[in-house]
């Protein structure tokens, strides 16, 4: 990969992921279980981040082309990092961030889905997404800008670290709820 950052954001991404799946590794019994009403379960949270990853994927694989050629020529300097926005939210507004309805797992997962093939999915569309990426030098990812507002408008780098950030953040609510159940 050309950006040592995103190379990093990544690695982050795949060992939060390595952990939260050693832990559920033992608690397969639960993983469809919904910890309160209104609650995703752990197997349809995995879902919901591998349609953030997959929805992030396809944006970027045309948003990318636009934008390269005008991010080589800038020269400004960029953030390699993001703040936690999920974190940020609850704490203005004494709730949680609410999924966009694109983001949500349909309904109809239980039936469709075991936790391990969703699991392989989310493997896939991260190895996609890598994949488009790992030519963009970094001065270059640091300068393609996202139209997302609530995220204060993240370049490339930030993006993925906010991959890893969303993730981890899900993580901790599947695991307090897990074991608080336990």
């Known amino acids: 990969m050309k950006s040592e950052q995103m190379k990093l954001h990544f690695d982050t991404l795949i060992e939060q992921r390595l952990k939260f799946y050693h832990t559920m590794k033992d608690k397969q019994e639960q993983v469809w279980r919904n910890p309160q009403p209104n609650k995703w379960s752990a197997a349809e949270t995995l879902y919901h981040l591998l349609l953030m990853v997959r929805l992030f994927r396809k944006f970027s694989s045309f948003y990318i082309p636009l934008m390269l050629p005008i991010a080589k020529r800038k020269k400004k300097d ?43 999915l989310l493997e896939e569309e991260t190895a996609l997404l890598l994949n488009n990426i790992k030519d963009i030098p970094e001065d270059a990812a640091g300068h393609i800008r996202y139209p997302d507002p609530i995220a204060y408008y993240p370049n490339l780098i930030q993006c993925i670290h906010l991959l890893a950030i969303h993730e981890q953040h899900h993580f901790n609510i599947v695991n307090n709820y897990t074991f608080e159940q336990s």
Do not use: C, G, T, W
């Not at 507004?93 to 093939?117: C, G, I, T, Y």
């Open 78 to 120: 960029y953030q390699l990092e993001i703040h936690d926005i999920y974190l940020e939210y609850n704490q203005k507004k004494k709730k949680p961030m609410r999924a966009p309805f694109v983001l949500n797992p349909p309904n109809s997962l239980v039936k469709e889905k075991s936790f391990d093939e969703i699991r392989r």
